[in-house]
């Protein structure tokens, strides 16, 4: 029950406000931090979901603080939004008679008794894009349709054919992402989908579909979401790439100002390549990510290192890489946010790439600055414009490629 939820922080602050007044005419007790520090913990546990460790959590502060009035009505709004009505009662029950509440709290009980507590109240969320987009170079063409080989008789210069030049063409994209509680302690469930259908190089349609749990974790004061994510990508109708990934991201407990937030994420991702030969990898990858935010504005700065190891005779061999992105946004009222993005991903191969054919040892940066402007129509329904800019440098100058892109979309956000 979302508004159960919401009602219950106001009369959180009310039974605070009216404890805050006791304690002023009553002795301080060394045990008195132990036990906020406890109610924080339990409050932070429903902030995140994991409402089973929350009614364990304020089970404990009860038992060590019996008159610790918000722990009793925060644990009977808990009860009751996993479902355990005849508890929820009980617990209602002894605030009415044991602490005397204000009308606020009697008027916030009386309609969580109306609403009800028969069933888990699940959380879920959904949000389906649709849009259009101009590509300028959709098969990710060289910048040069020239290449020089150096062969025993000397230097051979080829020709690149079209298919590997940029081509420009439209497309249609249609995405969606959906995320649903599997767990009353705050699994969820996510699936996420995207189709992109071009105008007429339908070679290089493309679709993915990717699906996965995540559940959040708790030790003492570090918190953790442990992610496992399986997923598929087809590129002109077949079946291009499969993909299992296991990642952790871990907020540590440092002092940092109520604005910002540090959390370090850490995974590995196995990728197979069923129409490539020995092209399928693993990736370890580790990443700091910082971010701020204030009102309507909001700052991100994330650097990480990977490794990239092949599994077979791939081209390059073993590759090392680096990965910086720093995003702005802004919202300017009236409905109107802006975001700007800029990206930076570099790979550095161990071995020459192909022998006697490109005996070099591949070295590439790709950078990308994005753009957006999104205008929200009402509370669900959004339009969103969004520019890309793509520059991927390398020393083997067929790799090399510039790409724009320009897409429109309308996002609808499904309750």
Known sequence: MKSVSLR??????LLLLCGAAHAADAPQSAKEPLDQDLYLQALQSIAEGRRADAAAELRRLIEQAPEHAGAWLELALTQCSLGNSDEAERLFAIIETRFKPSPAILELIAETREEGCTRWDVFSSSLVTA??????????????????VDAPDGQVEYELSGDFTPRHDQYTQVSGET???????????????????N?????YDTSSLFAGLEAPYRFKAWRLRATATLGLVTLGGHLYQRQVQLQARVVPPLRLPQTMQFNVVG??????????TNFDSSTQEVRGNLSWRKGPSYASATLGWQNDHALAHRPGGNRKGSFANLILRRGLGGGINTEIGYSRQSWHGSRAYSPTLIDVVRDQATQVLRGSVSYAIDQRQSLVLEGRLVRNQENISIFQYNNRQLQLSWQWQLP
Do not use: K
């Open 267 to 276: 995974g590995i991702t196995y990728n197979n390549f069923p129409s490539l």
């Open 131 to 148: 849009g259009r987009g101009i590509d300028q170079n959709v098969n990710q063409g060289a910048r040069t349709n020239r290449y020089v």
């Open 8 to 13: 219950a922080r106001c009369a959180l602050s």
């Open 199 to 203: 105008d007429r190089l339908h070679q």
């Open 179 to 197: 995320m649903r509680e599997v767990s009353p302690n705050g699994m969820l469930g996510f699936a996420q989908y995207q189709i992109r259908h």
